[in-house]
């Protein structure tokens, strides 16, 4: 088995979305803490491996690597059972095109948007932008609209009867959504992905990478 160490801050989705894969592969590693917003700054010598100063990096026996997207892929590459991305080209298709849109519209409305408006902000003594968190809402609704309908139907996970690495990049961010009231409201009326979100969350992989902010 090859030696594994994930660096990252334990509250941040992308590296959940890694731990999540690991998880599923069944595969031990070592976390090792690193927090990018820390006031006294990154550990020392960290940014030989993340040169941007972000998180997750990857150790893997030596290799190097960062940038959440490269870690999974190579990791499935590495151990590609149980498969975490479909051999055949259209769902393959799907899967990264429902990366994309985590990437690109979930990450930003729904976390930063909704949840650290919401929830984080006010739990430091800071109100939230209500401009910001208008703005996030009308994002999201389109976002979680747009998934259910590239969703499989009556399957328990986004793709059919087992994950991708389109359920493991975006159980991290609608888990945050939900915390929020105005994301839980939002996610009952997008039952697709209410479930698939309950379905997710039964998993030990889940239950093994929760996150310190659900606890708070």
Known sequence: MPTITLYGMPASVYLRAVRLVLEEKGLAYA?????????????DGYRALQPF?????L????????????????????????ALIPADARPAARMTQMMRIADNEVYPAMVWGVFVETVRQP??????????????LERSERALGVLAGLAAPDAPFLLGGTPTLADTLLLPMVTYFAMA????????????????????????????????LEDE
């Open 31 to 43: 976390l090792e803490p690193v927090d990018p917003f820390a006031p006294a700054g990154l550990p």
């Open 53 to 57: 100063g972000k998180v997750p990096a």
């Open 59 to 82: 150790d893997w026996d030596g290799f190097r690597l960062f940038e959440s997207d490269a870690i999974a892929r190579f990791i499935e590459a590495e151990v590609p059972r149980p």
């Open 123 to 136: 739990a430091r003594g800071l109100p939230p932008d209500a401009a910001t968190v208008a703005a996030a």
């Open 181 to 212: 009231g105005e994301g839980r409201a939002m996610l009952g009326r997008h039952r697709r992905i209410a479930d698939w979100l309950a379905e997710m969350h039964a998993r030990p992989s889940v239950r093994a990478t929760r996150s310190p």
